[in-house]
């Protein structure tokens, strides 16, 4: 029972450097999420998707994108990352409608 | 704008003491509000949740009502264990498309023997 897995758990990038964040979840869930944990801000919102085929931002999409090909797979992509993207990424899924998130374990990124 | 406020940890509590974890809340109309729970290594996971005024949500021992007047969902606790040490995240759900939930800065606890 996988539930939500994020792939990488870590990762160390040079600023300007590309990556993807990989989020896949075997629920069958419909909305899936993508958010950043800084120190004394807790969680927000980067991005989300409501079906496949779908994505919209959150509260701080900018310098990141998104995709979600298939239901079971939304990725987040920095196309060139900076410093303040140093944070620890959390995907999220859930059914739609029933208020409760499914979390991965996260995914600790460093751009230096 | 919405937004959720916790009081700031971390919470430092003897083995079998009262936890008590502020959170309040502003918000248009009548959201709904969460008590999820991150232990070490791991994602968030809901601890309890509660929909409408007066309702109180419970789970694992824990216990937090709604609180409309005082726009408050605190979350309590009467006998902490060791097991218990994790960051507590209060959050709320606005209505619409999408579940979109807010979530306070998270509030960490540390239970000692």
């Known amino acids: 029972n996988a539930g939500v897995t994020q792939t990488p758990k870590f990762r160390v990038l040079k600023t300007g450097q590309s990556m993807t964040l990989l989020c896949a979840q075997d629920?069958?869930?419909?909305?899936m999420y993508w958010y950043r944990q800084d120190p004394g801000m807790g969680l927000r919102l980067i991005h989300y998707?409501?079906?496949?085929?779908?994505?919209a931002k959150g509260e701080v999409p900018d310098g990141y994108n998104v995709s979600r090909l298939k239901k079971q797979n939304f990725l987040l992509g920095l196309e060139s990352a900076a410093p303040s993207q140093t944070s620890v990424y959390f995907c999220?899924?859930?059914?739609?409608?029933?208020?409760?998130?499914?979390f991965g374990a996260g995914s600790r990124l460093t751009v230096l | 704008g919405d937004s959720v406020t916790q009081m700031e940890g971390p919470v430092t509590l003897s083995e079998e003491a009262f936890l008590t974890i502020n959170c309040t809340y502003t918000?248009?109309?009548?959201?709904?509000l969460f008590w999820y729970v991150q232990y070490p290594g791991e994602g968030l996971q809901l601890l309890l949740k509660?929909?409408?005024?007066?309702d109180k949500g419970s789970n694992k021992g824990f216990e937090a009502t709604y609180r409309k007047e005082t726009t408050s969902f605190h979350l309590e606790k009467g006998s902490v264990q060791v097991s218990d040490s994790a960051v507590y995240f209060c959050?709320?759900?606005?209505?619409?498309?999408?579940?979109?939930?807010?979530f306070g800065a998270g509030t960490r606890l540390a239970v000692h023997p």
């Open positions: 999220a899924s859930e059914t739609g409608g029933a208020n409760v998130l499914t």
């Open positions: 629920m069958n869930h419909e909305y």
């Open positions: 998707s409501v079906g496949e085929g779908t994505t």
């Open positions: 918000a248009t109309g009548y959201p709904s």
């Open positions: 509660a929909t409408k005024a007066d």
């Open positions: 959050a709320l759900s606005l209505s619409g498309g999408y579940n979109k939930l807010i």
